[in-house]
């Protein structure tokens, strides 16, 4: 698979984790308010991209790993996409206005930033060798 439909599945499948970290972060920032309910939707949205990567982003590409070093591994890189993807969060909830659309919108902006620095990452770190 070439490189830009690989990266143009990583998108898609980056969507679908993007629905995920949004939709808990809906369901608990009452509790844990804007900030703390993004580390459990961070959490889950990098779980579920996990699983929808290895199946169809990278399924030409292994990690050479058991399943939970896998797991760990990916997890454990993808903390740097998120590390960027928080401090853009972060800065958006505080500079957007007060609104409805706020916390949605401050995911989608940390999420793109994150995309990238987690793209490399799981290419070239977890999935990096070729199948056969």
Do not use: H
Request: aromatic fraction near 18%; hydrophobic fraction near 50%.
């Amino acid at each position: 698979m070439n490189i830009r439909k690989e990266f143009l599945i990583f998108g898609v499948v980056g969507t679908v984790g993007f629905l995920v970290d949004a939709g808990v972060l809906y369901l608990l920032k009452g509790s844990l308010g804007l900030y703390w309910a993004r580390v459990p939707s961070f959490f889950c949205a990098a779980t579920a991209t996990w699983l929808l990567n290895r199946q169809f982003t990278f399924r030409n590409r292994v990690s050479g790993v058991s399943i939970f070093q896998e797991y760990a591994k990916y997890f454990g890189l993808m903390l740097g996409g998120g590390a960027v993807n928080y401090l853009v969060y972060a800065i958006a909830v505080s500079l957007l206005p007060t609104a409805s659309y706020r916390p949605l919108a401050s995911v989608a902006l940390g999420s793109i930033a994150g995309m990238f620095v987690n793209y490399f990452f799981a290419r070239y770190f977890v999935f990096r060798r070729r199948l056969g």
